[in-house]
């Protein structure tokens, strides 16, 4: 009686799943959309490939579908997410994030995937496959340390917090270390490796250090209040991209990463129309503007005044 | 009193290792009887008295304590109306808990358990001249925790916990068997002493052949699920352990645990 | 060298009062594990389920305007639920407890997400939580409110539990997870008994969640990783402090000591002068190695001065 059961509760699973799957892909193109977590970043990234390629369509006279997955920043959701994609047979998938991206490229070498938010594409092995293409993200990481340098004229010694298990924050630090030793500045790691330790390693940053900086990390960036939070001698808290600020970070030079998706889409546009993409199209840097995102509060707490924060945008480019 | 009508209980039905533990056992006890059980082991008596107190559901037959039919009563509920002592002295109580908490929980059955105080200084005052009628100085230690106290006082304290609330059937299941010769002599005296004086309707499992005839007015055999020799008063009283050894031989029972004294 | 010592020194004092906070605060999640696992002696694993949704009932209620006090009210009684659910699953279904408590966990995952629209995490920063209320209302720094907020509502849960479990009904709880067996031969219903006990272990780590969303100012779904290992750890150690045969109140206070000494050993490997920070759980586990010890070594000198005696 259980077995029978059983049975029919699968069988009922797998007819429904038929049916969801069968319903899909009646458009005229398909895309599988694999998003890492629910970031502001991330958010962008997809808001700007999906209109830019929406745009493009309208113009072709084509409809287009995108099938949108969320890992919840859960690395052990990825996996599954990319074998349903994958098994949808789309036209092409966007990865949005290195764990979706890298997770895709591995298991499909004949659907074209398109990674967006990888911040170290030839480390994590995309360069080489014949079907990867995609842009990264990789911050303009000297360029915030001197950031850094501007806010505080006296920095001497500066924290690094990030995820020791996210590669893109390790390579990140890494970056970040080399401009602090020309600039001839102290740095320190901070490393967590699970959201429950952060505030009490954020707690047991000193007051000996001038600033924090937190790289492009998706764990820090989940938990980014809790380092507001915690942060109980208001150290300045520079963050890798403006997504971050809205939670407590305090200022940044970001990524656009609506033009970033907008950027990738551009490949996309390539790949659909049947042309040629040349090996130095494949994969591409970001392209566009630096943005200067300071929060009010942060502008207080560092007492900068209005001027100072145009010089700022002047020097940064805006 | 107790009415139990053609009970069989089958274990593992329909597979390789199916066992008929009872088959169509009737028997009838009248308030006050004290019944022994022995049998080879196997025979099903555990299983009877595990069916009596509801812990295993029977396949047929019913079983009706009171006048009230208890056959598809939940354990928990029929805990009301039967109680038991275990085999084990360390299964009837609660070891980390006080000697008045095990108490209190006792003198509890078959009410409500509801947010009131568990042991109230009135409680802990009628416990303890409760405990003190077992003679052995436990209600000096109210509350020590039980799993400081040895096997005996814990099967003493189960059986006073089993016969407090004047049960309308109290099961022992070999529940000296586990003791040492004297403190399973203590034990048995203090089962005599309590079911006497409140005329309990007893059921006692016991290997040993010459308690089986000293204690109780009934005595039953069992054997492959069924009664197979039953004696009463003086008939009972007039038996010998040799008379019930050639019983079990008449029957084809070797029994390996079988104590002569 | 000197220089070095004088910094980590007053780098561990001036850390003793976050150490004690979430100690304290993490205390009530092991509260809520030692009535599973210790009192009724239930494998429960869904915790970190349920400490989360505790976090992230009270963030989003908080955020949306509700009152703090209400939303905490809500969190436990959500957590209870879910425990309460659990062990129907455990008593009704007959699913062996240790996958009750994954399979809830798992549930409360989507279910977590599901309550923050699909975000991943919800932000309580300068929003009007307990602690920020009264910190502005009190004008006292937020660490200090920190610890006197968690030591009143570890004090009242200890309390709490206290009492209940000297009632008629905490009693037969006591009993069902000490002997089951006894419970229902003494006519208690265990089942119902074991769904109440998970009910009330799980709305203290609702409970829980709900503090430590406010004291981190965020909740996020994976905000409880690890919850229940920390909460053994924070049981054992308590254990280990105290001799053994203390009165039920004493027992319940040293599993909150427990989480406290967890947190400050944390803490010291945090500050040790030549460590990077992903070596502080190996110097944390190398900590509680050293402390475990102390203990026995104490306890076998006990034993020989008896002997000797």
Request: net charge neutral.
């Amino acid at each position: 009686m259980k077995k029978l059961f059983a049975i029919v509760i699968v069988a009922t699973l797998l007819a429904v799943s038929i049916v969801i799957l069968v319903g899909c892909n009646q458009a005229d193109i398909n895309v599988e959309i694999i998003q890492f977590g629910n970031f502001d970043a991330l958010n962008s990234a997809a808001e700007g490939f999906t209109q830019r390629l929406e745009d493009w369509a309208n113009e072709q006279g084509k409809t287009i579908h995108f099938e949108e997955r969320n890992a919840n920043a859960t690395a052990s959701n990825v996996a599954p997410s990319v074998q349903s994609a994958i098994a949808n047979q789309p036209d092409l998938i966007y990865a949005i994030a290195t764990p979706c991206a890298v997770n895709a490229a591995g298991n499909t070498t004949d659907i074209p995937v398109l990674y967006t938010a990888v911040t170290n594409p030839t480390g994590e092995g995309l360069v080489g496959q014949d079907n990867v293409y995609g842009t990264s993200d990789m911050n303009p990481v000297a360029l915030q340390i001197e950031l850094i340098k501007d806010l505080v004229p006296n920095v001497k010694k500066i924290a690094f917090l990030f995820c020791s298990s996210e590669t893109n924050s390790v390579v990140q630090v890494g970056m970040a270390k080399v401009q602090c030793a020309l600039m001839k500045i102290d740095t320190k790691d901070f490393a967590v490796s699970s959201a429950s330790e952060i505030a009490q390693v954020v707690a047991s940053i000193g007051e000996d250090f001038d600033a924090i900086y937190i790289p492009t990390d998706n764990m820090l960036a989940n938990s980014i209040s809790t380092v507001a939070s915690a942060n109980t001698h208001n150290i300045p808290l520079i963050v890798g991209e403006a997504g971050m600020i809205a939670g407590g970070g305090w200022a940044t030079l970001s990524i656009n990463y609506k033009l970033l998706g907008a950027q990738t889409a551009e490949i996309a546009i390539k790949l659909l129309s049947g042309q040629q993409v040349s090996d130095a199209e494949r994969h591409q840097m970001y392209k566009g503007a630096l943005e200067l995102v300071i929060s009010e509060d942060a502008k207080t707490a560092l007492g900068l005044t209005s001027e100072q924060v145009t010089a700022l945008q002047q020097k940064y480019g805006e | 009193m107790l009415d139990i009508k053609n009970l069989t209980k089958v274990f593992g039905k329909g597979t390789v290792n199916e066992k008929v533990a009872l088959t169509n056992l009737s028997l009838h006890l009248n308030e006050g009887d004290f019944v022994t059980v022995i049998g080879g082991n196997g025979a099903g008596k555990s299983t009877l008295l595990n069916c009596i107190a509801g812990v295993f559901a029977v396949d047929e037959g019913s079983i009706t304590i009171n006048g009230m039919d208890v056959t598809k009563m939940p354990e928990h509920k029929r805990a009301r109306f039967v109680s038991r002592v275990f085999q084990d002295p360390l299964l009837g109580t609660a070891a980390d808990m006080q000697i008045e908490e095990n108490l209190a929980i006792a003198s509890q059955r078959g009410q409500r358990r509801g947010l009131g105080w568990n042991v109230t200084k009135k409680d802990s005052q009628h416990l303890k001249e409760v405990v003190a009628t077992l003679g052995l100085g436990l209600e000096n230690r109210m509350t020590t925790k039980v799993n400081l106290l040895s096997g005996g006082q814990r099967q003493a304290l189960t059986l006073l916990m089993a016969t407090m609330n004047k049960p309308s059937i109290l099961l022992l299941d070999e529940h000296t068997a586990a003791l040492d010769p004297k403190t399973a002599q203590k034990v048995l005296d203090l089962t005599r002493k309590i079911t006497t004086e409140n005329n309990q309707t007893t059921i006692m499992i016991t290997h040993n052949m010459k308690d089986a005839i000293t204690y109780g007015n009934k005595l039953i055999m069992m054997s492959d699920g069924k009664i197979i020799f039953q004696a009463e008063g003086e008939q009972k009283q007039k038996l010998t352990v040799a008379d019930l050894l050639e019983k079990f031989q008449q029957i084809g029972d070797e029994n390996d645990r079988i104590l002569l004294s | 060298m000197l220089n070095l010592l004088n910094v980590t020194f007053m780098g561990i004092l001036r850390l003793i009062p976050s150490g004690i906070g979430e100690g304290l605060a993490w205390g009530i999640l092991a509260l809520g594990v030692y009535i599973s696992f210790r009192v009724l002696d239930v494998a429960d694993m869904s915790v970190d389920g349920t400490l989360a949704l505790g976090g992230v009932v009270t963030a989003v209620l908080v955020a949306n305007g509700t009152n703090v006090v209400l939303a905490i009210l809500i969190s436990v009684i959500s957590g209870a639920v879910a425990g309460a659910i659990t062990g129907l699953m455990h008593t009704k279904l007959k699913i062996p407890a240790i996958l009750s408590g994954i399979l809830m966990m798992f549930a409360l995952y989507s279910v977590n997400i599901h309550i923050m629209s699909g975000k991943s995490n919800v932000s309580l920063l300068k929003q009007p939580t307990l602690l920020n209320l009264l910190s502005d209302w009190l004008q006292i720094d937020r660490s200090v409110i920190n610890i006197i907020v968690f030591a009143l509502f570890a004090a009242l849960v200890i309390a709490a539990i206290y009492w209940f479990f000297g009632t008629k009904l905490g009693s037969a709880i006591r009993a069902t997870g000490c002997n089951l067996q006894m419970a229902r031969a003494q006519g208690i219903d265990t089942d119902s008994k074991v769904i109440i006990g998970l009910a009330i272990s799980n709305g203290l780590a609702a409970l829980a969640g709900s503090l430590i969303a406010q004291k981190d100012s965020n909740a996020t779904v994976d905000m409880a990783s690890g919850a229940i290992v920390i909460g053994l750890a924070s049981i054992v150690i308590g254990e280990l402090i105290f001799k053994k045969n203390l009165p039920f109140w004493a027992k319940l206070a040293g599993v909150i000591v427990g989480s406290i000494i967890y947190r400050l050993i944390i803490m010291l490997a945090l500050q040790m002068p030549f460590a990077e920070t992903y070596d502080m759980k190996l110097i944390t586990a190398i900590l509680l190695v050293l402390a475990m010890s102390v203990t026995v070594i104490k306890k076998r000198h006990h034993k020989k001065e008896a002997k000797h005696a």
